[in-house]
């Protein structure tokens, strides 16, 4: 076999893969998002951001992501650095902090649905101190912030995990002689994260902050559990397109302003974490 032909049929797989089942269908949404009965037209771009919960549904969507993916970051770095500093127990520890991946985001919703419902946990507690009189629906319209809150922590809870194992592997390409000549020159914990876990660990940063950032825009079986019709997104709006008004055209539209919204976004992080020509660990 000619050597030159043997990267090319390696990942001739893999290609055929993306082309059936996400090239294949992706031209099938836009074309149903650019087409009408007249054939091509930008009619459902303008029916679905001429609607009234398109505003509202953008907004909600990007303040979820602004308000998730930051704490998610923070959190994934400290205990990212905390796992990588632990001598016995480690596996045990990664482990458990990992034990979210393997719960649906449906099922995530309706663990917190049980804290924050009327006969949840929640009330429970704030009655047994004598805090409320009564059970209080937090999930309703006269609560929204608290559902916002409620919707935040469950995708913290649930999603974290996801950059924490990226990091994890990355913390742990960085040669340890780094840190020890560092140590060694007086550098503090605090100036060993700046100066060279956060420099060293660009590359993995950026893979898991692109990742959380479209798995953000792309959230719905949480806010349809915790928040339902209250707290409308961007997914939860193509999910009522396609099966509630059968509306398939409007509903590649918002598909594919999510992608949309999803690249913008992939090549900030990329730009912003860019890593230097030359670059390596």
């Known amino acids: 076999m000619n050597a030159r032909l043997l990267p090319y049929i390696l990942i001739l797989p893999v290609t055929l ?4 089942f996400f090239l294949y269908p992706f031209v099938l949404v836009a074309a149903q998002a650019f087409t009408t009965g007249d054939g091509f037209s930008l009619e459902n771009f303008r029916e679905v951001v001429g ?3 398109f505003p509202i549904s953008l907004k909600n969507t990007l303040l979820l992501a602004a308000a998730v993916v930051p704490v998610q970051l923070a959190l ?13 127990g480690r596996d045990l520890v990664l482990y458990i902090w990992t034990i979210p991946l393997g719960i649906s985001d449906l099922a995530a919703g309706m663990i917190w649905l049980a804290i924050f419902e009327q006969s949840g946990f929640l009330n429970t507690i704030l009655g047994a101190v004598g805090a409320i009189d009564r059970p209080v629906n937090f999930l309703s319209y006269q609560h929204m912030g608290v559902v916002f809150l409620a919707i935040a922590l ?46 060293l660990l660009r590359p993995s940063l950026q893979t898991a902050l692109v990742l959380r950032v479209i798995l953000a825009f792309e ?19 193509t999910y009522a397109y396609q099966f509630d008004l059968l509306d398939s055209g409007a509903a590649a539209a918002m598909a594919l302003i999510i992608l949309a919204i999803s690249i913008a976004s992939t090549l900030v992080i990329l730009r912003v974490l860019r890593v230097p020509k030359g670059a390596s660990i």
């Open 154 to 199: 469950a995708e913290i809870w649930r999603a974290t995990a996801i950059m924490l194992v990226i990091l994890v592997a990355g913390i742990g390409l960085i040669p340890k002689e780094y840190y020890e000549a560092a140590e060694v020159f007086g550098a503090g914990p605090w100036q060993r994260f700046r100066r060279i876990t956060l420099p």
């Open 51 to 53: 609607y009234w919960k």
């Open 219 to 237: 959230v719905f079986a949480v806010v349809a559990a915790l928040g339902g019709t209250l707290f409308p997104v961007l997914m939860s709006e």
């Open 76 to 88: 994934a770095l400290l205990m990212a650095t905390m796992v990588n500093r632990m001598r016995r």
């Open 17 to 20: 893969f993306l082309c059936l």
